[in-house]
Nanobody
Framework: VQLQASGGGLVQAGGSLRLSCAAS????????MGWYRQAPGKQRELVAT???????NYAGSVKGRFTISRDNAKNTVYLQMNSLKPEDTAVYYC?????????WGQGTEVTVSS
């Protein structure tokens, strides 16, 4: 199983980015998919998750600004990030929980300048 994340980059505060994570090697339509992030010197934290049925969960710091979605036909999870802030700067990792396994992508870096 491989998770390939893309879409990171450098953006000014207030801007937008869309992250994508394509999974290969299996199908994950029944599994929870999500995004986490890790800022320099900090622990990895949850950003958002989406269930197989489309139920979503967001960290309080991104609620109302970020939107997670998935395309089961493409085995892909997305993270639309709007109104970005410098504190959103981090490496973003996609994750799939397919019990008993826990898969992680390689990370894509997001830098928000003030």
């Amino acid at each position: 199983v491989q998770l390939q994340a893309s879409g990171g980059g450098l953006v000014q505060a207030g801007g937008s980015l869309r992250l994508s994570c394509a999974a290969s090697g299996s199908t994950f339509s029944s599994d929870v998919m999500g995004w986490y992030r890790q800022a320099p010197g900090k622990q990895r934290e949850l950003v958002a998750t989406i269930s197989s049925g489309g139920s979503t969960n967001y960290a309080g710091s991104v609620k109302g600004r970020f939107t997670i979605s998935r395309d089961n036909a493409k085995n892909t999870v997305y993270l639309q990030m709007n109104s970005l802030k410098p504190e959103d700067t981090a490496v973003y990792y996609c994750n799939i929980v397919s019990s008993p396994y826990d898969y992680w992508g390689q990370g894509t870096e997001v830098t928000v300048s003030s």
